[in-house]
Nanobody, 124 residues
Framework: AVEVVESGGGPVQEGGSVTLSCRIS????????LGWFRQAPGKEREGVAV??????TSYADSVKGRFTISQADANNLFLQMNDLKPEDTATYYC???????????????????WGQGTQVTVSS
């Protein structure tokens, strides 16, 4: 079975930084796309950043220049978040699937495998 586990969230002051980690296990498919998504209370889940198996990345406009998605290997994904703003407050989710490419940023419902989420709260 595929397992996706996030870690690293927590409270942070405005302007601060947080790094989220995600470990994916049991996914044996090729052409895998990994991504970070977030959902704030009362809002729909939105794409934050994705990376495909060729290393191509895509970011939401709201986080460009502040967030960086990276991989240590096929099973370990990270999201470095700098210059955090109160509007970044949300539950952040890691997701994985195959065959989506970086277009998956805009179609979170297409991802089959999700973690349980980790909360990031940015205070001003």
């Amino acid at each position: 079975a595929v397992e996706v586990v996030e870690s690293g969230g927590g409270p942070v002051q405005e302007g601060g930084s947080v790094t989220l980690s995600c470990r994916i296990s049991g996914l044996t498919r090729v052409d895998v796309t990994l991504g970070w998504f977030r959902q704030a209370p009362g809002k729909e889940r939105e794409g934050v950043a994705v990376v495909d198996d060729n290393g191509r990345t895509s970011y939401a406009d709201s986080v460009k220049g502040r967030f960086t998605i990276s991989q240590a290997d096929a099973n370990n994904l990270f999201l470095q978040m700098n210059d955090l703003k109160p509007e970044d407050t949300a539950t952040y989710y890691c997701a994985a699937d195959s065959g989506l490419g970086i277009a998956g940023l805009d179609i979170p419902t297409s991802f089959a495998y999700w973690g349980q989420g980790t909360q990031v709260t940015v205070s001003s």
